[in-house]
């Protein structure tokens, strides 16, 4: 029925309007071909895409996975992906997830998988277990995508496992760098290339004067090294190469508060794991008392040249003094014991001729003569034995040895001398009395010749544990120990000083111009063997 309405309507029309939908037909006909060859192109650049995409997805360096999203199962993946977790083709289809998932549980993982699919995407760190037990570490990148109407999952997973061991090894040399610049003595610091300071250890805030590693962070090194440095020091380091390790001896360098210290620099460029320079290291050792050490060294080293010379010097004027005694003691035994000794001679010859001759008289006149001459020789030589050593110590003490010597002297110069002592003679031994007898006889035989001296004073004294005595006169003054001046005067202030020395004991000098001088020996008085 409905073909033969269509007929007559076909009939009813008129040839112009059938012209018209002819037209229109084919028209449209012309479209069809058109959309025809727009699908033919689309379905090449389609076809085009998939093989890109596929060769992508099977030589992509890292694992690439499309798994459902209800059921984890996986639909889809290239070699990579089975191969890094020691799988077959074969064996890898049938796992799920949670097989191989080593951080999560099966639960954690159906529940982060819904996460992903509601949210799009995702990108976490996650361990994988390795057919053979082994653990990996995985970086995942996963996004959700619709194929076919069924919720899927797509993920890159990216072993990081050697990353992860480069980094925890880099953490444990980090690590063990802090503690061995924390356990040095001296300062470590550490920069980037441009100098800043990136790590501080606690010595080296201590010694730029730092509390808190904050203050320090950020600031050029440059900050804490004296400027008259900077040029030099950054000549050096343009051609520090790789492998050189710059020493500095010294280089001064600056605390917080300006002040200068002298400094041992060690320093070495720091390496990335590339090769490339990133910053510097070093080491900073504080000087100062090993630079004080060898500037007293010096000066000890110029003190014991000095003192050599002197010692030196001090030996020949004792050979001198020594060469003086013997010839005074020489002259002496020549002219006043050889003389007395020929008039003694004489004066017997005369007695025994006046005997033969039966002069008595005059041989009892002659032995008168011969024995004033004898008293002569024997007090002579008391004098000469008197100044080689101090007799009677043993026998009369120290006190009265002094006095008698004292007695004598007033008795031959135009001086008068008091002499004042109260001391335990039981604390003074033998060896300790000569040195001070010694003394007192250096002292006033250098008053008597050449402090122009009226008047001297010793006193003796025992207090607390120590000996003190004191030689004063009103002499010229001026004496001392060095500087211009009658060399044999000090040379024998330089004998009483080493004599007082010799007993541990010290000496002390006051003179004045024109009012005299007053030695002051102070000795400790120890048990000492006597002598």
């Not at 229109?24 to 995409?53: H, I, P, T, W």
């Not at 690439?64 to 191969?83: C, K, P, S, Y």
């Not at 610049?181 to 100098?195: L, R």
């Not at 004033?372 to 009677?392: E, G, Y």
Request: net charge neutral; proline share 2%.
């Amino acid at each position: 029925m409905s073909k033969v309405n269509q007929a007559k309507n076909l009939m009813d029309k008129t040839k112009e309007e059938l012209i018209g939908e002819l037209i229109v037909l084919q028209k449209e006909v012309g479209n069809l071909g058109k959309l025809k060859q727009e699908c033919l192109r689309a379905f090449d650049r389609l076809k085009d895409s998939e093989m890109k995409y596929r060769a992508l997805f099977d030589q992509a360096a890292d694992a690439i996975v499309v798994f459902d999203a209800e059921t984890v199962e996986f639909l889809d993946f290239n070699d990579r992906a089975h191969q890094n977790l020691g799988y077959t083709r074969e064996e890898f289809k049938k796992l799920k997830i949670a097989d191989i998932e080593f951080n999560e549980s099966p639960d954690e993982v159906v529940k982060h998988i819904q996460k992903v699919a509601d949210e799009g995407s995702d990108i976490f760190e996650s361990k994988h277990r390795r057919k053979d037990g082994i653990i990996r570490d995985i970086f995942v990148s996963c996004k959700a995508i619709n194929l076919m109407g069924k919720k899927c999952i797509q993920s890159i997973w990216c072993d990081i496992s050697g990353r992860k061991k480069a980094e925890l090894a880099i953490e444990e040399s980090e690590e063990k760098y802090k503690l061995m610049a924390e356990a040095s003595p001296d300062a470590v610091v550490t920069s980037d290339m441009e100098g800043k300071i990136t790590h501080a250890s606690l010595q080296a805030l201590k010694l730029l004067g730092f509390d808190n590693i904050d203050e320090l962070l950020g600031k050029s090194a440059f900050d804490y090294i004296n400027p008259v440095e900077h040029k030099k020091l950054s000549r050096i380091f343009q051609n520090l190469g790789k492998n050189e390790v710059l020493r500095i001896k010294e280089l001064s360098c600056l605390k917080r508060d300006g002040r200068q210290f002298p400094a041992e620099l060690s320093c070495a460029h720091i390496e990335s794991e590339s090769g490339m320079f990133n910053g510097y290291i070093a080491i900073i050792r504080d000087i100062t008392e090993r630079k004080n050490a060898e500037e007293k060294n010096k000066q000890n080293q110029q003190m014991l040249l000095e003192s050599q010379k002197e010692i030196k010097k001090f030996s020949h004027k004792i050979l001198t003094i020594r060469e003086e005694e013997k010839k005074n003691l020489a002259t002496i035994l020549h002219h006043e014991i050889g003389s007395l000794a020929l008039s003694l001679s004489s004066g017997m010859a005369a007695i025994d001729h006046q005997i033969k001759h039966n002069k008595m008289d005059s041989a009892l006149e002659t032995s008168i003569k011969n024995k004033s001459i004898l008293k002569s020789f024997v007090s002579t030589i008391k004098d000469i034995a008197l100044d080689l050593r101090p007799p009677n110590l043993e026998i009369i003490g120290l006190s009265d040895v002094l006095r008698e010597y004292l007695d004598q002297c007033v008795g031959m110069g135009n001086i008068d001398i008091d002499f004042q002592q109260d001391i335990d003679g039981e604390s003074i031994n033998t060896e300790m009395a000569i040195v001070i007898f010694r003394i007192v006889q250096e002292a006033v035989n250098n008053i008597i010749k050449h402090a122009h001296a009226s008047y001297a004073k010793v006193v003796i004294t025992t207090k607390k544990k120590n000996l003190l005595l004191k030689i004063s006169d009103n002499g010229v003054g001026k004496a001392r120990m060095g500087g211009p001046g009658d060399s044999r005067k000090k040379m024998g202030l330089r004998i009483i000083q080493e004599m007082a020395e010799s007993l541990d004991g010290n000496l002390y000098i006051k003179s004045k111009e024109g009012k005299g001088t007053e030695i002051s020996v102070i000795i400790p008085l120890k048990e000492r063997k006597s002598s």
